[in-house]
């Protein structure tokens, strides 16, 4: 028999210091568990680490925008964002300059974040298609791309307008996904499913 290997769940539960709402500052004190704690508007966000096929697509993202990126800008999985005393959060990936790189040792300002991207998963489709998008807006991120792996796979490609995002543009595999922000890079988001050759 075949099939996919599963692990059962944890019982253990976890006791988190103060309560909410909670701030940021809060969240350094939360204890390395493996889980993902996000905050918006001081309420607290909880992702389980995730499963092998985000973590396939996000590495191949990474990949794909490294070889794009002129020598300015650096392409970076899951970093956190302050995006204020009660706002924090992990995109799957980040563009920053260079720069800010340097300059930063904890968590980036939504100032330094020229593109985020988040890999939905079934755990966070609400979060990833609605509440992420406005807060990415909000903070004033310019460029936002939501990756679609249920949808074979595609990417949706968000770009900042005012205070919201335009509509998206929708590439879908086995087209090429050409985009200038914030950066020239052109892709087919098949490649984000695809084994290594």
Request: no cysteine; aromatic share 8%; hydrophobic share 40%.
């Amino acid at each position: 028999m075949t099939g996919k290997r599963t692990m059962e769940p944890a019982t253990r539960r976890t006791i988190l210091p103060g309560g909410p709402p909670f701030t940021v500052d809060d969240l350094l004190t939360f204890p390395d568990d493996g889980n993902r704690y996000e905050l918006f508007d001081g309420s607290l966000l909880v992702s389980p680490p995730p499963v092998p096929p985000h973590q396939f697509a996000s590495l191949r993202l990474v990949r794909v925008l490294e070889d794009a990126a002129p020598p300015e800008f650096e392409p970076l999985p899951a970093v956190g964002l302050r995006a204020g005393r009660r706002d924090f959060f992990v995109p799957d990936l980040v563009v920053v300059p260079t720069e800010a790189v340097e300059e930063t040792e904890l968590m980036f300002r939504p100032e330094d974040i020229l593109l985020a991207v988040e890999i939905v998963s079934p755990t966070t489709e609400a979060r990833d298609r609605h509440l992420k998008r406005a807060a990415y807006a909000a903070a004033g991120i310019p460029a936002y791309w939501r990756i679609e792996l249920s949808e074979g796979p595609s990417v949706h490609v968000h770009e900042l307008a005012g205070d919201e995002y335009k509509p998206a543009e929708r590439y879908d595999a086995g087209e090429a996904a050409t985009l200038l922000a914030p950066f020239g890079v052109r892709f087919d988001p098949a490649v984000l499913v695809r084994p290594r050759a």
